[in-house]
């Protein structure tokens, strides 16, 4: 069990567009989901903590009006580059966790976006 | 503010040798929990194992074993036998009381060469 997706698992797009990445608990409810981000031969670093049916929660360093992100169900949740350049590029991964007290999270497969 | 320090960028060993991942944390919390992941090159992050700061039993788990000390703020992996497959990157994480967000360290590459 508790299995998250994220749709695509790649996606190239031109710079200066928008690109929605899709992140889904696929057999529990996601009362909590969490973006990273990570760069090639680095770490993850966390973007946005997001409650369903709340704004997310945004880490410092990281522009909210860049990054849009939406938790509008308790098994979806959606981050969209908007405008994105070059160094966008990079390995965003979702995890999603049932309760607003549990410490387990669990890691979607992750989607490698590159921007040209 | 946590932090966590993986001070092992990239270890290669041969296989069969018995490898060491060293882990350092800080954290002002009294309570916290301490992960550890393997990211294979597809990228997929693989839950490994999950402690709590209440509880410092070292655990096995086949060829895995942890030695969690918090004397020195340490939460180390050692892959016994090693493998091909245990090529990784390898991640240490901190999560503190009452916040669910994970702190991850720098990761270590491991190489097992045949």
């Known amino acids: 069990g508790a299995v998250v997706s994220q749709h695509p698992s790649w996606v190239i797009c031109k710079s200066g567009t928008s690109v929605k990445i899709e992140c889904r608990s696929l057999d529990f409810q996601a009362t909590t989901m969490f973006w990273y981000r990570q760069f090639p031969k680095q770490s993850l670093m966390l973007m946005a903590t997001s409650n369903e049916g709340s704004k997310a929660t945004y880490e410092q360093g990281v522009e909210k009006d860049k990054f849009l992100i939406n938790h509008a169900s308790l098994t979806l949740s959606t981050l969209t580059v908007t405008s994105a350049h070059p160094e966008d590029s990079s390995f965003y991964i979702c995890s999603a966790s049932w309760t607003a007290s549990s410490y387990e999270q669990y890691f979607g497969p992750g989607t490698r976006l590159t921007v040209t | 503010a946590q932090k966590v320090t993986q001070a092992q960028t990239e270890i290669s060993v041969v296989e069969k040798e018995d490898v060491t991942l060293d882990c350092v944390y800080e954290t002002r919390d009294t309570t916290y929990y301490l992960f550890w992941y393997k990211q294979p090159p597809s990228g997929e992050l693989v839950f490994l194992i999950r402690r709590n700061s209440f509880d410092e039993q070292n655990e096995i788990s086949g060829r895995y074993s942890w030695n969690f000390q918090k004397s020195t703020s340490s939460f180390n992996f050692t892959i016994t036998a090693s493998q091909v497959v245990d090529s990784a990157v390898y991640f240490c994480?901190?999560?503190?009381?009452?916040?669910?967000?994970?702190?991850f360290g720098q990761g270590t590459r491991l190489t097992i060469n045949p």
């Open positions: 994480a901190l999560s503190g009381q009452g916040a669910q967000k994970l702190v």
